[in-house]
């Protein structure tokens, strides 16, 4: 709601893995309310025997890495600077940065939606 959302909407459709929050009653009434399609992915069947991997999930999985590295590397930097800042500002500003710089098709998300 502080990121993604607050800047250019709620999307069409969420996908995420199948984390608690993300998958609960209370995100699934936030997004029927935003009329948002969530799709929780999972892993593939062997995974409940130890043999499966995860099948949709892993490049979000690397944007979020890449995400949380920035952040940490910013609030580091911030603070070493004297100008402290809170864990959610860092993320709130990497969150648009990441958004920004990101190209598919030579076209950053938040040039396409705007």
């Keep these: ?8 909407g709620p999307p069409k ?11 609960g009653d209370a995100f699934a009434a936030l997004c029927d309310k ?11 069947p062997g995974r409940l025997t130890g043999g499966g991997e995860h099948t ?8 979020i890495d890449l995400l949380k590295l920035a952040m940490l590397k910013m609030q ?15 993320v ?8 920004i710089i990101l190209s598919y098709g030579g076209v950053s998300p938040a040039s396409a939606i705007l």
Aim: glycine share 8%.
């Design 76 to 90: 580091a930097d911030c603070l070493e600077a004297g100008e402290p800042a809170t864990a959610a500002e860092c």
């Design 13 to 23: 459709i969420f996908l995420s893995d199948q984390e608690g929050a993300l998958a």
């Design 1 to 8: 709601m502080n990121g993604w959302f607050r800047y250019f």
């Design 34 to 44: 935003l009329k948002v399609d969530r799709w929780l992915a999972g892993s593939d």
């Design 92 to 99: 709130t500003e990497c969150s648009m940065a990441s958004n």
């Design 56 to 63: 949709t999930t892993g490049l979000a999985d690397k944007h």
